[in-house]
């Protein structure tokens, strides 16, 4: 009742904060992510609004996460599901788990990251900077002698 109020006294309830705290899914995607951690790799797990329960849809493995003109930017691959999935986000092959995900992201309420597309420049800056530390990083190790 009056969160019926409150969004009929602002035109665009999104950017009330009040309302934002009341109600978080005002405005925002339906897919969300939950950031946390296995060990010592960073995770997103993806969630999925239904109705009004939240569906576990996957694990995402943090790979490398940058900053390009105010913009974060992460670069990410899936991981084997941790629990059963829809079977819309199912993984469908191998091939799916070293496919690399390029998004900026950005955070909302209550621990979510929700996750944009970017521009074609954008992105391909971010994948060469990724696929340079990793060339650095195997350079690395390969002068010290570790092996993975």
């Known amino acids: 009742m009056i969160l019926d109020k409150l969004r009929q006294k602002n035109k665009d309830p999104s950017v009330n904060p009040y309302l934002r705290m009341m109600d978080p899914d005002i405005g925002m995607p339906d897919m969300f992510y939950m950031m946390d951690e296995i060990g010592p790799v960073q995770v997103l797990r993806r969630f999925q609004k239904r109705e009004d329960d939240f569906v576990y849809c996957g694990t995402f493995e943090v790979l490398h996460k940058t900053e390009r003109g105010r913009r974060f930017c992460v670069v990410m691959r899936r991981r084997k599901d941790e629990r059963l999935v829809p079977p819309e986000h199912a993984i469908e092959?191998?091939?799916?788990?070293?496919?690399?995900?390029?998004?900026?992201?950005?955070?909302?309420?209550?621990?979510?990251?929700?996750?944009?597309?970017?521009?074609?420049?954008?992105?391909?800056?971010?994948?060469?900077?990724?696929?340079?530390?990793?060339?650095?990083?195997?350079?690395?190790?390969?002068?010290?002698?570790?092996?993975?």
């Open 93 to 148: 092959s191998p091939e799916e788990l070293n496919a690399l995900v390029v998004a900026e992201y950005y955070p909302g309420v209550m621990s979510r990251i929700y996750l944009r597309g970017l521009g074609q420049n954008t992105m391909q800056s971010v994948v060469d900077e990724y696929v340079q530390r990793m060339c650095r990083k195997r350079r690395i190790r390969g002068l010290l002698g570790w092996t993975e």
